[in-house]
């Protein structure tokens, strides 16, 4: 467990957590939910909550709450983000919502600040799906977003279903699914993050208000074809659906071109059985397309489905398509933005590529989001940076947001 400090700042928090996770083979970071890294993590937030004469409690959906006041109110703000990561992702995403959380509470318990309903912050679980390939899988429980027998079927890379692992980290799984109870009492939610881009880059700005989040979708393409040895199996009398699978994620560029605005990826592919002398037998590729309008995801989705299904059958192969995930184009509410601007004068509106537990929980609750500027315009990489000057910026543009949310009548 990392030392607790008298005094943080935004960097000295993420210094602690520095070696938690890291990846030797890939780079950066891996911290799938559940593991030894991510469950460290939370016990070193809950630590530091604790420290901070913070009530600490975990949901039925895993998400971690530290609470100053009585939440029966409904009215409470909320803060946080997320601790697990992708596999070798960076330093930033994710942790610096909460460590810069943890730093805006001491903020404003520096100020003298007495605020007029609870302020909490939140810890979800698998925001990015890389272990169950659900991203948002915790606050997509909490609000309903997924069916909960459905969420309890997902399998890891090993086998493993989610109610298993839930399990042996502590939850019953028999009650992963919608808390109403635990969102009424969540007036506001306002997530602060690591810019997925270069939009603050550009503008030279610092800190900026999310506008909205785009339409986005995760879907899983499996190609079967007919395994067989490297050596003595003449090319003519293939079905191999690696072949298939190299065309499908050629034929995935092609179709986010064909529509402006779009983004189609293909970022794992995994063949069976997975030899070096050996024909693959079937091949899965997951997909990920956004869109700001919801129809174009549709749309190139389904121009994807019909030139997969006919390269498939140029090999000899089959194919199908399954949604894993998908979620509409968010637009956080105007009145909030405003507030959030006046607080924040000069931090520009941002539409953001990338998808958030903010972007899940506006569906039932008020939804904001502050980024922070990333000087690289890279993430999901070890690449991933936030300057030390600009982390305490986003610290004290939240501290200011949510003195003025505590605030407000």
């Excluded at 997509?140 to 493993?160: F, K, Q, V």
Aim: hydrophobic share 40%; proline share 5%.
């Amino acid at each position: 467990m990392p030392e607790l400090r008298s005094t943080d700042t935004v960097t000295g928090l993420l210094a602690e957590i520095a070696d938690v996770g890291r990846d030797r083979q890939r780079g950066g970071y891996s911290r799938p939910v559940f593991s030894t890294a991510e469950r460290d993590l939370t016990g070193w937030f809950i630590a530091h909550a604790q420290r901070r004469g913070l009530d600490v409690h975990t949901d039925l959906n895993g998400v971690i709450w530290a609470s100053s006041g009585d939440l029966s109110s409904g009215e409470s703000v909320v803060t946080g983000s997320h601790l697990d990561s992708v596999p070798g992702g960076g330093a930033f995403d994710g942790p610096l919502g909460i460590c810069s959380a943890l730093v805006a509470f001491d903020r404003l318990q520096q100020r003298g600040f007495t605020p007029l309903r609870p302020l909490s912050i939140a810890v979800f679980p698998e925001e990015e799906g890389s272990r169950f390939g659900v991203a948002c899988l915790g606050s997509r429980l909490l609000t309903g977003a997924i069916d909960p027998d459905r969420a309890r079927s997902l399998r890891d890379a090993d086998g493993n279903t989610l109610a298993e692992v839930a399990a042996a980290s502590g939850l019953d799984p028999r009650f992963l699914g919608q808390d109403d109870g635990t969102l009424a009492a969540v007036g506001t939610f306002l997530e602060l993050h690591v810019e997925q881009g270069r939009g603050l880059v550009d503008l030279s700005k610092p800190v900026g208000i999310a506008r909205s989040i785009l339409g986005h979708g995760r879907w899983r393409i499996t190609v079967e074809g007919q395994g067989n040895h490297a050596g003595s199996t003449l090319m003519a009398d293939r079905r191999d659906p690696m072949v298939t699978a190299a065309r499908v994620v050629v034929a995935v560029r092609e179709a986010a071109l064909a529509h402006p605005d779009s983004r189609a990826t293909v970022g794992r592919l995994t063949p069976v059985p997975g030899g070096t002398n050996v024909i693959a037998s079937s091949v899965t590729l997951w997909l990920d397309v956004r869109h700001p309008r919801h129809e174009i995801v549709a749309t190139v989705v389904q121009a994807i489905t019909t030139e997969a299904g006919r390269l498939a059958a140029e090999e000899g192969c089959r194919v199908t398509v399954a949604e894993e995930s998908l979620s509409g184009t968010v637009q956080f509410p105007t009145g909030l933005r405003d507030m959030l601007s006046h607080t924040l004068p000069g931090s520009p509106l941002l539409d953001s590529g990338a998808g958030h537990d903010a972007g899940v929980l506006a569906a039932r609750v008020e939804s904001a989001m502050l980024f922070v500027r990333n000087p690289t315009g890279v993430s999901h990489s070890p690449e991933e940076q936030v300057e030390a000057d600009d982390a305490e910026a986003g610290a004290i543009a939240l501290a200011d947001a949510l003195q003025a949310l505590l605030t407000r009548d």
